[in-house]
Structures are given as structure tokens and as C-alpha cells.
């Protein structure tokens, strides 16, 4: 996929945005680029980071809540929340922000979380694993994607199963540690959304990727989807 021809047709979305790449530092109050918002920008206009929950919000919280999966949290942060994960997942790789809208936290796992061609998550991202799994049944209150990516080098359609295989995975991996599975949608994407130019092998690393977009719900939207 090329790059330039993205970021040409991002122009506009980047301009309505406006300054909601900024995030705020949970922990200074200070405003911040988001790196990942930027990446969304130049990499899909911001589609699939805006474009809600996977498969529609109401359904999955009446799925989720039959299964006693949600409910709400008194005194939710959205910000202590992203301190936390951020705190606890220091020196792990791990990004963590809120999407550009500021509606969801993103957790980005870098592309050291899988060897080459491998779907087995690499022991060095399982500590940080655990933590983002440990904030994720602490609290409740949200709905979960996993979004795998990958970089162009290969076959399109191997490169797509790649990324659902590895979406699946770290799915996986957050039902083991706790994290109900009804809460949780995979999705894969490929090649479709790069954050890098895919020239160069710092690109393609930084590609090569598994998002997990955390939606929190309010007690009202709970209530109303029941």
C-alpha cells in the first residue's frame, strides 16, 4: 500500500481534527501529541480508530452483560486508567494513549510482542500482557478490540490472516489472565493501516503491530442497551 497516497487523503480528516492528537499527561496535566493519533492520521484518515466498537456497541453489551462480563464503575477516570497502564507497563515497549477523539484508551504492543511469521507471544511482552490484563478486569466498565496489523512485505492475503492469527492471540492470552472473552472482538487488518512508511525497516517494524482499543461504557449506555 503507499504511504503518500494515505497521507494525501488524510489531509482533510488532520484538519477537522484539529488538536484532538493532543492527549493529556495523566500524570503532569501537560498537553502531548499522541504518536499513535498521528500514526492514525497518516496512516487511515482515522477510520478504524473512530469508527465505534467492533460489530456494534449495543449488541456486544447485551452480550457481555448476560454473561456478567460488565457493569459500571463509580468514579471511572479514563485518565487514571491510562496512568495506571502506563505506570505499570514502563520499559515494556507498550504504548498506551487515548484515540484521537479521546473516547477510548489505544494500547499499542510493539512488533517485538512476535517473531517473524509467528502468532506465539514473545515471553519479554508477557509481564506487560499481564498488567494491561490486570487493569482491564479491574475495570469492567468497557468493550475490548484487538486489531492486528502487519507490513506490506508479503502476500496481501497472508499478511491479513497473519494479523487476525495474532489479534486472536493476544485475545486469547487476556481470557486466560481474566479478561472476559465476551468482552472482546478481534479483527485483523493487514497491510491496510500503516502508521510508518513501509520503505524503510524502522517502518515496517513499527507496522508490524496489534492494537487494543479500550471503549468504556457508562452506567446510562448500559442501561440502555438492556
Known amino acids: 500500500?503507499?504511504?503518500k497516497k494515505l497521507l494525501v487523503s488524510s489531509t482533510a480528516a488532520l484538519a477537522l481534527m484539529g488538536t484532538s492528537a493532543c492527549v493529556t499527561d495523566p500524570n503532569t496535566g501537560e498537553k502531548k501529541v499522541s504518536r499513535t493519533a498521528i500514526g492514525g492520521v497518516g496512516g487511515a484518515a482515522?477510520?478504524?480508530l473512530l469508527g465505534g466498537v467492533i460489530g456494534g456497541k449495543t449488541a456486544r453489551i447485551v452480550g457481555a452483560a448476560a454473561g456478567g462480563a460488565i457493569g459500571g464503575?463509580?468514579?471511572?477516570?479514563?485518565?487514571?486508567?491510562?496512568?495506571e497502564i502506563d505506570e505499570a507497563t514502563e520499559g515494556s515497549g507498550i504504548d498506551v494513549?487515548?484515540?484521537?477523539?479521546?473516547?477510548?484508551?489505544?494500547?499499542?504492543l510493539p512488533d517485538l510482542t512476535f517473531a517473524t511469521?509467528?502468532?506465539?507471544?514473545?515471553?519479554?511482552?508477557?509481564?506487560?500482557?499481564?498488567?494491561?490484563?490486570?487493569s482491564l478486569v479491574k475495570?469492567?466498565?468497557s468493550l475490548i478490540d484487538v486489531m492486528g496489523h502487519t507490513d506490506s512485505v508479503g502476500r496481501e492475503d497472508y499478511n491479513l490472516g497473519l494479523s487476525k492469527r495474532r489479534a486472536e492471540a493476544v485475545a486469547s492470552y487476556l481470557e486466560m489472565r481474566?479478561?472476559?472473552?465476551?468482552?472482546?472482538?478481534?479483527?485483523?487488518?493487514?497491510?491496510?493501516?500503516?502508521?510508518?512508511?513501509?520503505?524503510?525497516?524502522?517502518?515496517?517494524?513499527?507496522?508490524?503491530?496489534?492494537?487494543i482499543k479500550i471503549t468504556p461504557l457508562t452506567q446510562a449506555e448500559i442501561d440502555a442497551a438492556m
Open 139 to 141: 475495570y469492567p466498565n
Open 73 to 83: 464503575y463509580v468514579g471511572y477516570r479514563m485518565d487514571e486508567q491510562i496512568r
Open 178 to 211: 481474566g479478561v472476559a472473552r465476551s468482552r472482546v472482538q478481534t479483527i485483523g487488518y493487514g497491510e491496510q493501516y500503516p502508521i510508518a512508511s513501509n520503505d524503510t525497516a524502522d517502518g515496517r517494524a513499527q507496522n508490524r503491530r496489534v492494537e
Open 1 to 3: 500500500m503507499n504511504i
Open 46 to 48: 482515522l477510520g478504524y
Open 97 to 108: 494513549s487515548q484515540t484521537p477523539d479521546g473516547e477510548a484508551i489505544l494500547v499499542n
Open 117 to 134: 511469521d509467528s502468532t506465539e507471544i514473545s515471553p519479554g511482552l508477557r509481564a506487560g500482557l499481564d498488567e494491561v490484563a490486570a
